[in-house]
């Protein structure tokens, strides 16, 4: 079992059902996890909100992340974050816990597997035109990607899937050397050295989160920014 944790590269590999071209495997099976406790713990949560002073130290727990979220996207976007909070709050909350519950046994980060965090890459590459198009509208938008001539058109379109790219590939790096990291230390050295190991992979999973989050917004935020002084010109 060892072995074949070491040598295993994504959690894309675990097949648990397949049916012609149907698989489930324990990246799906993890990110499925990793929602339904997300949409319990929000309904939970939310089901008794009060105004009232006192309130549940769930609630309490609730306003300090929303507050603390909302708190980067102002400083990022310069303006206010509510437009932007639904997207890039669930970004981190999603990416954290999954990141986070690593430390339970047997389970395996989806964000370890490539094929989770392209899709969140991708879900910010197609964001930030949307945002972009919501604010300026479509010509205003696309006029930017032919600035300062048509030339760079190009250009423009090869830095949007290259940053992509980035995206993915950095969340899905850390996340996977980390657990390789882990499954060598269980096999060649005591129970110490993973222990401090793991304690320190939480730490990353979280710094993982933050960075990926801010990064999205920071994409967003340029894009925006760039039309907006565009069409102030």
């Known amino acids: 079992m060892e072995i074949m944790t070491i040598d295993m590269i994504s959690p894309d590999q675990v097949i648990y059902w397949q049916w012609k071209f149907i698989t489930i495997n324990a990246t799906l099976v993890y990110t499925w996890l990793v929602m339904a406790i997300l949409i319990v713990g929000s309904w939970l949560v939310t089901r008794k909100l009060s105004k009232e002073i006192r309130f549940s130290r769930w609630q309490n727990f609730l306003e300090v992340i929303v507050g603390s979220i909302r708190e980067e996207i102002r400083e990022i976007s310069k303006e206010g974050a509510d437009h932007y909070l639904p997207f890039i709050g669930t970004l981190f909350i999603f990416i954290c816990l999954a990141n986070l519950m690593a430390v339970i046994p047997g389970y395996?980060?989806?964000?370890?597997?490539?094929?989770?965090?392209?899709?969140?890459?991708?879900?910010?590459?197609?964001?930030?035109?949307?945002?972009?198009?919501?604010?300026?509208?479509?010509?205003?938008?696309?006029?930017?990607?032919?600035?300062?001539?048509?030339?760079?058109?190009?250009?423009?379109?090869?830095?949007?899937?290259?940053?992509?790219?980035?995206?993915?590939?950095?969340?899905?790096?850390?996340?996977?050397?980390?657990?390789?990291?882990?499954?060598?230390?269980?096999?060649?050295?005591?129970?110490?050295?993973?222990?401090?190991?793991?304690?320190?992979?939480?730490?990353?999973?979280?710094?993982?989160?933050?960075?990926?989050?801010?990064?999205?917004?920071?994409?967003?935020?340029?894009?925006?920014?760039?039309?907006?002084?565009?069409?102030?010109?």
């Not at 094929?115 to 604010?135: D, E, H, R």
């Not at 696309?142 to 290259?162: A, L």
């Not at 190991?197 to 967003?220: D, E, K, N, P, T």
């Open 108 to 233: 395996v980060a989806p964000t370890s597997s490539l094929t989770t965090t392209a899709a969140l890459a991708v879900s910010v590459f197609i964001a930030v035109p949307l945002y972009g198009i919501t604010k300026q509208g479509a010509r205003e938008y696309f006029k930017e990607y032919f600035r300062p001539t048509f030339i760079f058109f190009p250009f423009h379109v090869m830095g949007e899937f290259s940053r992509t790219l980035a995206l993915a590939v950095r969340l899905f790096g850390n996340i996977m050397s980390h657990e390789k990291v882990i499954a060598i230390l269980l096999a060649v050295t005591p129970l110490f050295f993973p222990v401090v190991m793991q304690a320190l992979g939480l730490l990353i999973g979280l710094i993982q989160a933050y960075i990926f989050s801010i990064l999205a917004m920071v994409y967003i935020a340029s894009a925006t920014q760039a039309h907006e002084e565009h069409a102030q010109e």
